[in-house]
């Protein structure tokens, strides 16, 4: 079975623009996480998708965005990139929903901003 | 976010056991205990969960203490592969998704 897959892994930005990430999850799940991971503040949640919904979001300007559509498929906005935005973009799937399941990490996308 | 209190590093000889601790003092009676690794370069990688039973699987062990205010997971034989980050996360009901990464704890394997 496939497993979490992310495009591109790697993203080179110029600061003022825009970018869009995709999360492709594992076949049947249809939760989707996103995660920014820098060497200063670690892994830090971004905000959850269910069934095309934001059920849960992290504390990030509007700045960051996301949707979900309806085969569970999910992409990341970030607009007007920031040098501090470059970081590693994690995307997590799970079947099940609440506490008791485990995610799936992707590889991540590797965005840097010049 | 309850939050858990790991050591920030520790060190194992290869095919020797690992105890890696954990404490979650504030732990709520709805939080799962849950796991995960982060080896270089790679996104993190689920290990094991558990509510208040100790729980096997094919990776670890994982032993939760009666009050549930600590947890220790356990890696029977450690390897050169088992060397990485390790994140001990509480996540309750309305978690939504939502694993609140800490610093974790760096595992070094010596061969």
């Known amino acids: 079975k496939a497993g979490v897959t992310q495009t591109p892994r790697y993203l080179i930005k110029t600061r003022g623009q825009q970018v869009t990430l995709s999360c492709s999850p594992i076949?049947?799940?249809?939760?989707v996480s996103w995660y920014q991971q820098t060497p200063g503040q670690g892994l830090q949640f971004l905000f959850e998708?269910?069934?095309?919904?934001?059920?849960n979001k992290g504390n990030f300007p509007g700045r960051f965005s996301g949707r979900q559509f309806s085969n569970s498929r999910s992409e990341m906005n970030v607009s007007t990139l920031e040098l501090g935005d470059s970081a590693l973009y994690l995307c997590?799937?799970?079947?099940?929903?609440?506490?008791?399941?485990?995610?799936?990490f992707g590889q991540g996308t590797r965005l840097t901003v010049v | 976010d309850a939050k858990t209190t790991q050591p920030n590093s520790m060190e194992s000889n290869e095919e020797e056991p690992v105890h890696l601790p954990c404490n979650h003092s504030?732990?709520?009676?709805?939080?799962?205990i849950h796991w995960y690794r982060q080896l270089p370069s790679q996104g993190p990688e689920y290990v094991i969960h558990?509510?208040?039973s100790n729980v096997n699987n094919r990776m670890a062990s994982l032993a939760i203490a009666e009050d549930r205010k600590s947890s220790t997971l356990i890696l029977h034989r450690a390897t050169l592969r088992d060397a990485a980050v390790y994140y001990c996360?509480?996540?309750?009901?309305?978690?939504?998704?939502?694993?609140?990464f800490g610093q974790g704890t760096i595992l070094t394997v010596h061969p």
């Open positions: 504030t732990i709520s009676g709805t939080d799962y």
């Open positions: 996360i509480l996540s309750g009901g309305t978690s939504y998704g939502k694993l609140t």
């Open positions: 998708y269910f069934s095309e919904t934001q059920r």
């Open positions: 558990g509510l208040t």
């Open positions: 076949s049947g799940h249809r939760s």
């Open positions: 997590a799937s799970s079947l099940a929903v609440g506490a008791n399941t485990e995610a799936f």
